[in-house]
C-alpha cells in the first residue's frame, strides 16, 4: 500500500524553511504538479529522489516552482538578447558555441522549463520521452505537463548528464551533494544538497518534528549559558 505524504504539513514545512513563511499560488501550483505526477507514476519509489527532484526546480526556476526560460526572460528575443550581452562581456566562459543564436529555421536552443533544457539535441531527446514534438516547437517545454515530465524522467533516466538519481541516493549511499552531477556538474551541489534535505524532511513529519526538537534544545543551552 502507498502512503501519501501529509501535504498539510509538507507546505508548512517548505513554506516556513525554503519560501519565507509565504508562498505564491504559482509556487504551490507548480510544486502541486510535480507531487502528483510522482505519485501517480512511481508511487513506491524513494522520496529522496523525489525531494532532489524538488529542490532541482527550487534552483532552476529561480524559486518560482514555474517553466521559465533562460534568464528569465519573458520572450525568446529578450532571452537570446541578455545571452549575447552575457557571452561578449565573457561572462559564459565555459560556453564554446553560443547554443542559444537561432537556427536556419529561425529556433533558439536556450534553456527552458523546470531544468533548463538546452541545445538541439536536448530537445530531440526529450521529444522523444515526451512524445512532444519539441524540436518543431520548443517553447511547448515550458508547458507544466511537459516541463515536470522532462524534470522527473530526465533525472531518473540520466538524461542530462549520464548521472541519474539512483546512482547518488540508493540503499547504499546518501549523497545529496554529488546528485548535482545528474543537472550539472557541481554547481552549486551545496545549496541544491540543503535544499533537498529541507524537502525531504517535510515529507517525513517524525523527522520534521526531531529537528525542531533539537533546534529548541540548543536555544535553551544559549540561554542558559547567557543567564549564567
Same mark, same amino acid.
Given at each position: 500500500?502507498?502512503?501519501?505524504?501529509?501535504? &498539510?504539513?509538507?507546505?508548512?514545512?517548505?513554506?516556513?524553511?525554503?519560501?519565507?513563511?509565504? @508562498?505564491?499560488?504559482?509556487?504551490?501550483?507548480?510544486?502541486?504538479?510535480?507531487?502528483? +505526477?510522482?505519485?501517480?507514476?512511481?508511487?513506491?519509489?524513494?522520496?529522496?529522489?523525489?525531494? *532532489?527532484?524538488?529542490?532541482?526546480? *527550487?534552483?532552476?526556476?529561480? *524559486?518560482?516552482?514555474?517553466?521559465?526560460?533562460?534568464?528569465?526572460?519573458?520572450?525568446?528575443?529578450?532571452? =537570446?538578447? =541578455?545571452?549575447?550581452?552575457?557571452?561578449?562581456?565573457?561572462?559564459?566562459?565555459?560556453?564554446?558555441?553560443?547554443?542559444?543564436?537561432?537556427?536556419?529555421? &529561425?529556433?533558439?536552443?536556450?534553456?527552458?522549463?523546470l531544468v533548463q533544457l538546452t541545445h538541439k539535441r536536448n530537445y530531440e531527446?526529450?521529444?522523444?520521452?515526451? &512524445?512532444?514534438?519539441?524540436?518543431?516547437?520548443?517553447?511547448?517545454?515550458?508547458?507544466?505537463?511537459? +516541463?515536470?515530465?522532462?524534470?522527473?524522467?530526465?533525472?531518473?533516466?540520466?538524461?542530462?548528464?549520464?548521472?541519474?538519481?539512483?546512482?547518488?541516493?540508493?540503499?547504499?549511499?546518501?549523497?545529496?551533494?554529488?546528485?548535482?552531477?545528474?543537472?550539472?556538474?557541481?554547481? $552549486?551541489?551545496?545549496?541544491?544538497?540543503? *535544499?533537498? @534535505?529541507?524537502?525531504?524532511?517535510?515529507?517525513?513529519?517524525?523527522?520534521?518534528?526531531?529537528?525542531?526538537? $533539537?533546534?529548541?534544545?540548543?536555544?535553551?543551552?544559549?540561554?542558559? $549559558?547567557?543567564?549564567?
Amino acid at each position: 500500500m502507498v502512503v501519501h505524504m501529509d501535504r &498539510g504539513f509538507f507546505f508548512d514545512a517548505v513554506r516556513d524553511q525554503l519560501f519565507k513563511g509565504e @508562498m505564491t499560488h504559482p509556487q504551490v501550483v507548480g510544486i502541486t504538479a510535480i507531487i502528483d +505526477a510522482w505519485e501517480e507514476r512511481f508511487p513506491h519509489a524513494d522520496r529522496r529522489w523525489l525531494a *532532489y527532484i524538488l529542490a532541482t526546480a *527550487y534552483h532552476e526556476t529561480a *524559486y518560482t516552482m514555474q517553466p521559465v526560460r533562460e534568464t528569465l526572460a519573458h520572450s525568446d528575443t529578450r532571452a =537570446i538578447e =541578455i545571452l549575447e550581452t552575457a557571452f561578449a562581456a565573457g561572462k559564459l566562459s565555459w560556453v564554446k558555441t553560443p547554443y542559444w543564436r537561432p537556427d536556419e529555421d &529561425g529556433r533558439s536552443w536556450h534553456g527552458r522549463g523546470l531544468v533548463q533544457l538546452t541545445h538541439k539535441r536536448n530537445y530531440e531527446a526529450m521529444s522523444t520521452l515526451t &512524445g512532444i514534438d519539441l524540436v518543431a516547437d520548443p517553447d511547448r517545454a515550458m508547458e507544466m505537463e511537459a +516541463a515536470v515530465t522532462i524534470l522527473i524522467e530526465g533525472m531518473l533516466q540520466g538524461s542530462f548528464t549520464g548521472h541519474k538519481l539512483a546512482d547518488h541516493l540508493n540503499a547504499a549511499t546518501e549523497d545529496w551533494v554529488n546528485a548535482r552531477r545528474i543537472v550539472n556538474g557541481t554547481d $552549486r551541489a551545496e545549496k541544491l544538497a540543503a *535544499y533537498a @534535505m529541507a524537502f525531504h524532511a517535510a515529507m517525513r513529519p517524525d523527522a520534521a518534528h526531531g529537528m525542531i526538537a $533539537r533546534l529548541k534544545a540548543w536555544g535553551l543551552r544559549v540561554i542558559a $549559558r547567557l543567564t549564567l
